[in-house]
C-alpha cells in the first residue's frame, strides 16, 4: 500500500527512523508507528 | 532588600509607561482594594515587538506565577516572567481592552466614558506611540469567565481583588511596561462600580532575579524560529499610510508547493482488517487517509510536548 507523506511529516518521522529500534528504513518504521497506534486505539478490538 | 528605583501611585484613571531594564521587578499594589490593572508590554528598543496576549493563551486563559509575558511571533520572546500573583488577582486574557466606543454603543454613555484604549494611549504618547500602537491587554485584577458554548462572561462576577494584593514581573528583557487603571470600574463588576488607586513600583534586580532571568533565558530563547528584524523581508516600518502592492512581488512562502513522497508498506491480513476498522470508526477518509493519520496521531502523543501552563520551576 502507498502513502503519501509531506516532506515535513517524514523529516519528523526521521527522528523516530534514527532511534533505529522501529526498522531501519521508513516504510519498516511506519508500519511499526501504524501498528503501535492500533493498539493503543482499538485495544482488544484489534485483529 | 533590592532598591526601589521607582515609585507612582496610579489615581484613577491613569496609567504609567515605564522603561524596565532586564532583571528588574515591577510591582503593582492595590492600595485601597479591588481595581483591575490593565497592562501592554514593549521591548525597550525596538516597539514593534510587544506582548501578545494571544500566544499567552495558548497555555491556558489565566496566568499563574511563571506565566511568561510572550512577544508577538516572529520574535516570541520571554518579555516577563509573573514571580508573585495572588489567588485573589484573577487574571484575564480575553476581555482585550474596554474602548470609548464600547460605551457610548452598548451602554448610551453620552460622550467619552474613561477607558483601557485611551488611557493606554495616553500613557505610551509620552514615548511618541500612537493609538494604534496599543495592544491587546493583559488584565490584572479581572474576573471574567466562560463557558463551555464558548460564551464570555466579561461582567457576572466581582472583583475579587484585596487591598494590599501585589502582583509582581520580572523583566527578561529590557521593556517598556504599561500598567494602569481600567476604565470601566464604575460601570461593572470589572472593578465593583468604583475607582480606586494603585501602586506601581520598579526595584532593581537582585542576584536571586538574575538567576531566574539566566534559567527563563535559556530555557525560552536560542530558537532559530525566534527571529530579529534583520531576518525580514520587509524591515523599514512603512510610514504611507495607503496600501499599494509591491511590483512584480513574488512571495517567498516557506514551502508552496509543499512536496510529497510515497512510503510503501506491506500490510498483513490482520493490519487490512485494522485499517479498515478505523476508516469505518471515522479516523479517515480512506484508508491512506486513516494510516497517515494514525502515523502522525502516533507521533503527537508520543514524540510532541505538552503544552502546559509554565511554572516558576527554577532549581
Ligand atoms: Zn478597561
Redesign the interface.
Known amino acids: 500500500m502507498k502513502i503519501r507523506f509531506t516532506s515535513q511529516q517524514l523529516k519528523l518521522l526521521q527522528a523516530v527512523l534514527d532511534e533505529k529500534d522501529r526498522g531501519t528504513n521508513m516504510n519498516e518504521v511506519v508500519l511499526a508507528i501504524f501498528r503501535e497506534f492500533v493498539k493503543q486505539q482499538l485495544g482488544r478490538e484489534a485483529a | 532588600m533590592s532598591k526601589i528605583i521607582y515609585t507612582k501611585t496610579l489615581d484613577p484613571v491613569s496609567g504609567k509607561a515605564i522603561p524596565m531594564k532586564r532583571g528588574q521587578t515591577l510591582t503593582i499594589t492595590l492600595l485601597e482594594g479591588p481595581q483591575c490593572v490593565d497592562f501592554n508590554c514593549f521591548n525597550l528598543h525596538d516597539y514593534k515587538e510587544r506582548m501578545s496576549v494571544g500566544h499567552m493563551r495558548r497555555t491556558g486563559f489565566r496566568c499563574r506565577q511563571g506565566s511568561i509575558v510572550w512577544s508577538a511571533p516572529p520574535r516570541y520572546n520571554p518579555m516577563m516572567v509573573f514571580t508573585e500573583l495572588p489567588a485573589t488577582c484573577r487574571t484575564d486574557l480575553l476581555a482585550a481592552r474596554c474602548h470609548a466606543t464600547q460605551f457610548e454603543k452598548e451602554r448610551g454613555y453620552p460622550g467619552t466614558h474613561t477607558n483601557c484604549q485611551d488611557t493606554l494611549a495616553e500613557s505610551i504618547a509620552e514615548f511618541g506611540l500612537t493609538p494604534d500602537d496599543v495592544h491587546d491587554s493583559l488584565n490584572l485584577w479581572m474576573n471574567t469567565g466562560w463557558d463551555d458554548e464558548g460564551n464570555f462572561i466579561p461582567n457576572v462576577r466581582r472583583n475579587q481583588g484585596k487591598k494590599g494584593d501585589q502582583v509582581k514581573l520580572l523583566a527578561l528583557m529590557d521593556v517598556l511596561a504599561v500598567p494602569l487603571i481600567c476604565g470601566s470600574g464604575d460601570v461593572s463588576n470589572t472593578s465593583n462600580y468604583w475607582f480606586r488607586s494603585v501602586k506601581v513600583e520598579v526595584t532593581d534586580s537582585t542576584p536571586e532575579n538574575d538567576a531566574v532571568v539566566a534559567t527563563l533565558l535559556k530555557k525560552h530563547t536560542g530558537f532559530i524560529n525566534q527571529r530579529t528584524p534583520d531576518q525580514f523581508r520587509v524591515k523599514d516600518i512603512r510610514t504611507e499610510r495607503d496600501l499599494t502592492a509591491t511590483d512584480k512581488f513574488e512571495p517567498k512562502f516557506t514551502?508552496c508547493p509543499?512536496?510529497?513522497?510515497?512510503?510503501?508498506?506491506?500490510?498483513t491480513?490482520?493490519?487490512k482488517?485494522?485499517?479498515a476498522?478505523?476508516v469505518k470508526r471515522g479516523?479517515g477518509e480512506d484508508?491512506?487517509d486513516a494510516?497517515?493519520s494514525?502515523?502522525?496521531?502516533?507521533?503527537t502523543?508520543n514524540?510532541t510536548a505538552q503544552i502546559v501552563p509554565e511554572t516558576l520551576d527554577i532549581e
Open positions: 514551502l509543499v512536496p510529497v513522497e510515497t512510503v510503501t508498506v506491506e500490510l491480513e490482520s493490519d482488517k485494522n485499517l476498522k478505523l479516523f484508508e491512506e494510516l497517515r494514525a502515523v502522525m496521531t502516533w507521533y502523543r514524540r
